[in-house]
């Protein structure tokens, strides 16, 4: 069996539309959550990358005729980060939204490397 994966989010952006969307939304999160930290291989109906984009991902969540989309990408294999979401009312994904997920996706492995290059420093001391 493989490792679950775990599920962290940057910054305050996932959060904010997690707490503004209505319980049977929060369900469906939960549930395709649950898929994509069990599931070896998650069915692209669920997760998706994003042509164009380096290792940009998005969540699919569908409930009744509403769909909605969290951006993410994994980091060391199990570990999957969230950035933004929003509820998808066109076709096309907006443009924004991508840009936004990738200056967000950026600044988590800036952050991380910092703090990466901070860690080492204080063990040299």
């Given amino acids: 069996m493989t490792k679950e994966r775990e599920i962290i989010f940057h910054g305050q952006h996932f959060k904010d539309f997690y707490l503004a969307v209505n319980d049977s939304v929060k369900e469906k999160i939960g549930y395709v959550f649950r898929v994509i930290k069990t599931v070896e291989k998650v069915s692209e109906k669920f997760l998706k990358h994003i042509e164009g ?31 933004n979401a929003f509820q998808k009312k066109t076709q096309k994904t907006p443009k924004q939204e991508i840009e936004l997920a990738e200056k967000l996706k950026k600044e988590y492995f800036t952050l991380k490397h910092k703090q990466n290059e901070k860690e080492r420093s204080n063990k040299k001391r």
Wanted: aromatic residues 16%; proline residues 0%; contains cysteine.
């Fill in 53 to 83: 984009t380096d290792g940009l991902y998005e969540i699919r969540v569908e409930v009744g005729s509403n769909i909605y989309r969290i951006f993410c990408c994994f980091d060391k294999g199990n570990l999957v980060v969230l950035f």
